[in-house]
């Protein structure tokens, strides 16, 4: 079993920062690419950033240069530093990977039971 679980939610001012991380377990052979997306109530669950294992990085447009995706790939981490949150950036965040298994050894999608950000003041 693959399993995906996120910390660092929570409550935040306008303007403040918060930092996801979200740490892989189980018979894991590898983890290609990792990732963040979010859900707002009654909209569609949307790519917040990607990290491939090289490290290349990929960005929705409204948050570049806000936030920043990282990972540890010995600790099977990734992070997202989220600054200058806005209201909008209210969400439940999800991370995302895909891995391989040693169970199947085929490439699957994971999800993270997702953790919710509140900008509020």
């Known amino acids: 079993q693959v399993q995906l679980v996120e910390s660092g939610g929570g409550l935040v001012q306008p303007g403040g920062s918060l930092r996801l991380s979200c740490v892989a377990s189980g018979y894991i052979y590898s983890i290609s690419t990792m990732g963040w997306y979010r859900q707002a109530p009654g909209n569609k669950r949307e790519l917040v950033a990607a990290?491939?294992?090289?490290?290349?990085?990929n960005y929705a447009e409204s948050m570049k240069g806000r936030f920043t995706i990282s990972r540890d790939n010995a600790k099977k981490t990734v992070y997202l530093q989220m600054n200058s949150l806005k209201p909008e950036d209210t969400a439940v965040y999800y991370c995302n990977a895909d891995v391989i298994p040693q169970v199947t050894w085929r490439s699957s999608q994971y999800w993270g039971q997702g953790t919710q950000v509140t900008v509020s003041s």
């Open positions: 990290i491939t294992s090289g490290g290349i990085t």
